[in-house]
T-cell receptor
């Protein structure tokens, strides 16, 4: 079955430093989604990427979808304490099932 | 709109007991799903439904049953709870299918002793 791997599992950064999490799928995806889960909370949708090579920005967050549509990344510029949480990618291979990566837990030291 | 509502938020069961986790959404979403979240393993799909009367298995369906008699409700049943089912369970819905933005409930934390 489809597998989605995400690295790193954990990341500690100093406030103001940049952060990147990477997502790799074992199969070609029709689209990829990113979610953020605050500690003790539930996942909240951030964005969906559909096109090969697509890049989207949301303020300090930059999302990329690889040319082969098998990998993706989320980059946060100048992290803030409000960025703390776990970031998940979720891949869709054109079925009715989203497969989630294991998540990257971001911790920010003020 | 309340969005996706899950009950109960917390539950402790003994091995072998049965229970139902309730999920309701008021967004008229066709697609509903149940995930379990375990440390370091992300979210794993248990069962999903693309509309009333239609359900299908996800990655980890064993030990769980679902039904979808209405668009709004999608209960998850544990027939005979096992310690391996200790987890946080999330219900999620989407407008059309699993390929759209998922709206999650707040989660149900289940402990099986």
């Amino acid at each position: 079955g489809q597998q989605v791997m995400q690295i790193p599992q954990y990341q500690h950064v100093q406030e103001g430093e940049d952060f990147t999490t990477y997502c790799n799928s074992s199969t070609t995806l029709s689209n990829i989604q990113w979610y953020k889960q605050r500690p003790g909370g539930h996942p909240v949708f951030l964005i969906q990427l559909v096109k090969s090579g697509e890049v989207k920005k949301q303020k300090r967050l930059t999302f990329q979808f690889g040319e082969a549509k098998k990998n993706s990344s989320l980059h946060i510029t100048a992290t803030q304490t409000t960025d703390v949480g776990t970031y998940f990618c979720a891949g869709d291979n054109a079925g009715n099932m989203l497969t989630f990566g294991g998540g990257t837990r971001l911790m920010v030291k003020p | 709109n309340a969005g996706v509502t899950q009950t109960p938020k917390f539950q402790v069961l003994k091995t072998g007991q049965s229970m139902t986790l309730q999920c309701a959404q008021d967004m008229n979403h066709e697609y509903m799903s149940w995930y379990r979240q375990d440390p370091g393993m992300g979210l794993r799909l248990i069962h999903y439904s693309v509309g009333a009367g239609i359900t299908d298995q996800g990655e980890v369906p064993n030990g769980y049953n679902v039904s979808r008699s209405t668009t709004e409700d999608f209960p998850l049943r544990l027939l005979s709870a096992a310690p391996s089912q200790t987890s946080v369970y999330f219900c999620a819905s989407s407008y059309s299918s699993g390929t759209g933005e998922l709206f999650f409930g707040e989660g149900s934390r289940l402990t099986v002793l």
